[in-house]
């Protein structure tokens, strides 16, 4: 893949899991938008500390952000709602 090239996902998370928006070892990506069908907790992680900056209720986008994600230091989704959820994103390959 190449700078400027899109990446996104679309999953359905289980209830208490998360979307993992982590690119490959040696890529880096600028996610833009993260898309819920319900409830959900963002986390700054870097595979053992979790940072919690933000949480909804309902379904909705975190629309034009720049959350910059490497292999080692990403954003996470957590489905805090009870039941399977679908969760996705979009945002561009930065390096």
Same mark, same amino acid.
């Given at each position: 893949?190449?700078?400027?090239?899109?990446?996104?996902?679309?999953?359905?998370?289980?209830?208490?899991?998360?979307?993992?928006?982590?690119?490959?070892?040696?890529?880096?990506?600028?996610?833009?938008?993260?898309?819920?069908?319900?409830?959900?907790? @963002?986390?700054? %992680? &870097? !595979?053992?500390?979790?940072?919690?900056?933000?949480?909804?209720?309902?379904?909705?986008?975190?629309?034009?952000?720049?959350?910059?994600?490497?292999?080692?230091?990403?954003?996470?989704?957590?489905?805090?709602?009870?039941?399977?959820? @679908?969760?996705? %994103? &979009? !945002?561009?390959?930065?390096?």
């Amino acid at each position: 893949m190449a700078v400027g090239d899109v990446k996104s996902g679309l999953s359905s998370v289980n209830a208490s899991a998360y979307l993992d928006i982590q690119p490959p070892s040696g890529e880096e990506w600028v996610i833009h938008n993260i898309f819920h069908e319900s409830d959900v907790q @963002l986390e700054f %992680y &870097d !595979g053992t500390n979790a940072l919690v900056f933000d949480t909804d209720t309902g379904a909705g986008v975190y629309a034009k952000y720049a959350f910059h994600v490497t292999n080692t230091r990403r954003v996470r989704v957590k489905n805090t709602a009870t039941t399977p959820k @679908l969760i996705g %994103y &979009d !945002g561009v390959q930065s390096k």
